[in-house]
């Protein structure tokens, strides 16, 4: 069977990967793909982006089941062109997207079904969200309503960072649409971690738990980012914690769609923040899997994915036992320079060592020109080590690490320090 991945990071490369591992998958498109996927010879790049040409591509080449990777092109409504044409694809509609594309959605059905989230409220007048964060003080938090590529949240430790962001969104329009509302939360402390599970409509499969480094500079300084490296699993989610999301936070998010009549479907990814007494409160929904969080899970996920994403199409998750290498997986991103800004491209990249069985390597910015791999976007590599304690990974992510190099390269030196016990 043929295969698709819509997208073009390091979360795709790995999706992409993983389902070209079963032995009857003859291959994986990618589109558009990176250089990465392109120098795979299981994979191979397909230059489409507009939804409804991927559904003719779909439809030419007999495609037998396609993941959708990024938010944007679920939130523009691929999976419901692909059902509408009798193509098999697994990810959420356009209207059950709602939950990551607009914040106040979630936020106001997050209250509607009791599920645990930061208090907040929704504001598209500047004067009146400057009333409320002069009421309520800082540190506070506020975000876009909308889709803004990680650029949507603020978390303001002081007043005059809370004000800034407010006319950043609301005066002055630096954000578009997606920032012509604005939620304004409280500000929460404590641990973050990812929680992923997948969603046939009905059934709930939890995947292995993780976490990941949002800052750009080691010790989590700096500014946020897409994401700087991710580990799995995370140890702070503890079966019981496991329980408590899956029973406060997953299982009503999936029945309260179904009741207001959005069947779930696809990837169901809840940013978590666990307070100092194991308390999960809700900080977001994505709906798709976490980048770089999907890095080290996919090298842990041992079962054929494409069945199991062929049983997610089907409704039969609950027939689904997933099998996990028992190691720890951690990914360590390479990110290009000037990134999160304005990442510079064109930058030559080192050869990237050969997978081995402990280690390998996820492009997500690459692109090929003339022969040559070069960047081509914000973050570049994510580099994954398998070992059977966060720090052996550590050491074998890292090794791979210093054997790659290229221009104005940015990395963190310490992806997995909560875990290893290690304090910074
Ligand atoms: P989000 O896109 O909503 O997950 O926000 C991005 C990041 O901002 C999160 O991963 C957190 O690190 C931080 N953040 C978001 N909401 C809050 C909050 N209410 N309190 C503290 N930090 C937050
Ligand atoms: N790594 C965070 C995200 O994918 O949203």
Same mark, same amino acid.
């Given at each position: ?33 990176? *250089? ?29 089941? &396609? ?154 300084? @700096?500014?946020?980012?897409? @994401? ?24 009503? &998010? ?10 779930? &479907?696809?990837?169901?990814?809840? *940013? ?112 994954? @080590? ?29 992806? *997995? ?8």
């Amino acid at each position: 069977m043929k295969l698709l991945v819509v997208g073009s990071g390091g979360r795709e490369h790995a999706l992409a990967w993983k389902l070209a591992q079963a032995p009857r998958v003859q291959l994986v498109y990618v589109a558009p793909g990176n *250089g990465g996927t392109a120098q795979d010879e299981r994979l191979a790049n397909v230059d489409i982006t507009d939804i409804h040409e991927l559904a003719d591509f779909a439809e030419r080449e007999q495609i037998a089941l &396609t993941v959708v990777g990024p938010e944007a092109p679920l939130a523009a409504g691929i999976v419901n062109v692909f059902r509408q044409r009798g193509l098999k694809v697994f990810g959420p509609t356009k209207e059950a997207a709602q939950l990551e594309s607009s914040k106040d959605f979630a936020k106001a059905f997050m209250k509607r079904h009791n599920i645990p989230t930061a208090a907040y409220e929704t504001f598209s007048d500047a004067a009146a969200a400057h009333a409320y964060v002069e009421k309520n003080g800082a540190p506070i938090v506020i975000k876009a309503d909308g889709l803004a590529a990680g650029k949507g949240v603020v978390v303001a430790m002081s007043l005059e960072e809370a004000h800034q962001a407010i006319d950043m969104m609301l005066a002055d329009n630096k954000l578009g649409d997606a920032g012509a509302r604005v939620v304004i939360e409280e500000f929460l402390a404590g641990e973050e971690a990812s929680f992923i599970v997948m969603v046939d409509g009905k059934h709930v499969l939890a995947l292995a738990s993780s976490q990941d480094h949002k800052r750009l500079q080691d010790g989590d300084q @700096g500014p946020n980012t897409g @994401g700087m490296g991710a580990y799995s699993p995370a140890p702070v989610v503890t079966p019981q914690l496991h329980a408590r999301v899956m029973r406060e936070i997953i299982l009503p &998010t999936v029945a309260g769609m179904e009741k207001e009549g959005i069947r779930y &479907t696809g990837f169901l990814y809840a *940013g978590l923040m666990i307070d100092a007494q194991g308390n999960p409160k809700t900080l977001e929904f994505n709906c798709r899997m976490g980048d770089p969080e999907t890095q080290p899970i996919m090298a842990r996920l041992k079962s054929d994915f494409s069945k199991v994403v062929e049983q997610a199409i089907a409704g039969t998750l609950d027939q689904v036992e997933l099998d996990w290498d028992r190691r720890t997986a951690l990914g360590v991103v390479m990110a290009a320079y000037n990134y999160p800004d304005t990442p510079r491209k064109g930058d030559r990249i080192s050869d990237i060592p050969a997978e081995t069985e402990a280690s390998v390597t996820f492009h997500a910015g690459t692109q090929i020109v003339d022969g040559k791999l070069v960047t081509s976007g914000g973050r570049v590599l994510c580099v994954v @080590g398998l070992a059977d304690s966060v720090r052996s990974a550590q050491n074998v992510a890292y090794e791979t690490v210093n054997r790659i190099s290229f221009d104005g390269m940015q990395y963190r030196h310490d992806i *997995g320090y909560r875990a290893a016990g290690r304090k910074q």
